[in-house]
């Protein structure tokens, strides 16, 4: 069998809801055995993020992470994903790195909100003007048609600059209020110093967190934390790898405890009353790699 090759090109096939679906369904799967491994050479890094999900297949996603590259007008970060059969091991599919990573990122938290946010959300603030901002509007809007969108950021030009690409999309100035007026807010920032404080959250609100990756990384506060009902996506890739939770606890400020669950959790990860606050911090893995890797192959297949 000849391996697909699916390009960027894809993405006009794939559908934001139906990916969420696949992916809850992909986490009734047996849990999925990850491993990730790094090679440097100097500031230049090679990352390997590796899954296996009996029932669903392997993936290796390869990922160079080269910073001087911008400045000869080229991607910072570049790769590829390999898609393997779980029968037999066959090499099924490369799928284009950008195209894995665009749904994944924002299908992760998208997924969440569907679990955990109100079904009324209408106002969505994106507090980050960067691309993960735009592709989540695009993935809220799939499910929260009636959804209007405001985004803050740090630089309000590059905010403004965001907004005239996107029909509809007010720019905050005032973050605080901006957040006060929210049903779901969505960090993806870079940031290492909380940008959402939990004396700005209202009752009823969703919150993803998904700018921070590294463990001396984190978006919310403490208070945040401890005034919402706390989950993510993976606990194994959170907990003891990310500066949101990793940083608190250290600091004795939460336990592990606090997170109610996870994606492998089922029906405990889900709100219970239109009164509470949830949060979700986004960690990503391996894992959902495969699991969106499978799902755009499937895709690219049904559309040829």
Known sequence: MTPAIVPFEADAYLDWVALTDAMWQAHSLPKAQISDSFLYRGDDTLLLRSAWINGL????????????????????????????????????????????????????????????ARPDSRNILIIGAGTVGTNMIDAYASAFPDAEFTVWNRTTARATEMAAGIPGLQVATDLPKAVAEADIICCATMSTEPVLKGAWLQPGQHVDLIGAYRPDMREADTEALTRARLFVDSRDTTIDHIGELKLPIAAGEITPDHVIADFYDGDAFARQTPEEITICKNGGGAHLDLMVSRYILDAWRAAQ
């Open 57 to 116: 297949g392997l993936a290796v996603k390869a990922a160079t992470v080269f910073p001087e590259n911008p400045a000869s007008d080229l991607p910072r970060v570049n790769g590829g994903v390999s898609l393997f059969g779980d029968d037999h091991g066959l090499l099924e599919a490369v799928v284009d790195f950008h195209l894995v990573t665009k749904w994944k990122t924002a299908g992760d938290s998208l997924l969440a909100a569907r679990r955990l």
